[in-house]
């Protein structure tokens, strides 16, 4: 068999380049086809919203989630006590060895008093006798943590100091939550990789109902000579533009929603008032701008992955 | 213009559509390839259309190897051959002008010429009052002109017609033949397949006659069959 001589001339090397000149063309046929299968696009918009209202709902409760962890974890710390016979100079050093230590992120003096307080607030009951030189009650530092899960390492570390008589770390407490966190970030993922390609799944089938009812046309655009890429860029920006819009609906109503959400959530009336009371929630600032983007960009994607795949049988021609 | 060199086509289920067509079709000419159902009349201008790879041989186009062309090459071969069915193929969401001025648009054409190119081309097949018509309400010989403006618009120098006429009445037949004699005259090389006898005879042009994928007779100014070559 001959080879192809080199000699053959080919227009273009770049067809998937947006020409400007096209661009108007692109854009009057995605709008035609857009209103010309208005249910349909509709209908698309409005599952792809579902899903991105879900994955908004799921990345803000993981991030609130992890906060709430985070606050909880801070709380928690330990409680290193110090020798009965050390002097004030002494309990400084001490306090001031515990703070080079890695992973402390704070520390807090308790005195015996504030101590024996403490046990009778917890407890609910007076202990008069115990008060004063009668106090049992040692000298203690509250340590703040900045990873709980490196606990064990820190309570090594701190109860080599001189000074140390003992530490209270409630190991159960911080595995615990430790694994909570991870377990709702994990999930958090998982959800929002699920909702992403159930939405894929969805644009892919939308647009291959418009692009199975253009079978014929994508036949004769290819028999008059155009190439895929003219063919596609219509596809592609009414992949877009539904991914977009399904995506921008439900993040504007949750930006608006969410300070108002949280409020009904805490305020006095809320029904887990009394539940979350106290703990720190996200601000509308700290999830939207950095959410907003990636959610727009999510649909976008979505919306290109299912109009190119959904196209693919149709260009053989 | 064309020159097909020991072309076979073997399809997947061992069919056999063309075998070892050895042609030369030059330019300016008119070419008839007649032949009955199943001949390989169509499959010759699918090779052409490069719709299909050959099993075996060679197609050449204004001494151009087009046989091994590949997804990218092929729009642009085929935006230099005009092509019209038997079904017409128009787009049925457009109107007649914008089904013509799509295929200038494809291959990114400026406005002013569109506006130029495409009025004056339907005035050539007599559609320029019909201009705002969508398909649908054009009779069978209005749509056939209007794909065949669609083919020429873009002034190839080939036009390959896969029986044009099929659908029409003979006297809308003779009207699009007329159409075709005239742009042949203008210099564009018409090949043309076909089972329309009486025009074929009528016409005195280049018969290329074909037979289970055999090229069985090649006559210049022939008639659809002879002693030889009976249907």
Redesign the interface.
Known sequence: ?????N???????K?STL?L??LR?YLSQTT?SLW?NKFMTISSIITVAACMIMVIASFAATSNLNLFLDHLESTVGMTVFLDEDLSEAGRDIVGQTIMVVENVRDIRIITPEEALENMERQWGMNIEALQGDANPLRWSYMVELYDLSLQSQTVDAVSLIFGVHSIDASADISDTLVFINNVVAIVGLIIIAVLGILSIVIITNTIKLTVNSRR??I??????????W?IRWPFIIEGVLVGVLGALIPLVAAWFAYDNLVASLTGDTGIFAAMLRGLPFRTTAEIFPFVAPIIILLGAGIGVLGSASSMRKHLN? | MIKIINATKIYDNGARGVQDVTLTIDKGEFAFIVGSSGSGKSTLIKILLREMDLTEGEIYINGEDITYYGKKEIPFLRRKMGVVFQDFRLLPTKTVYENVAFAMQITDASSREIRRNVPMVLSMVGLQKKSKAYPDQLSGGEQQRCALARAIVNNPPILLCDEPTGNLDPDTAWDIMNLLDEINSRGTTVVMATHAWDLVDAMKKRVIAMKNGFVVRDVEKGGYSNENYSE
Do not use: L
């Open positions: 068999m001959k080879t192809t001589p000699n053959r001339k080919v227009k273009s090397n067809a020409k000149r096209n063309y035609k010309r014929n046309e036949v004769i655009m290819k028999y008059v000579g155009a190439t895929d003219f021609v």
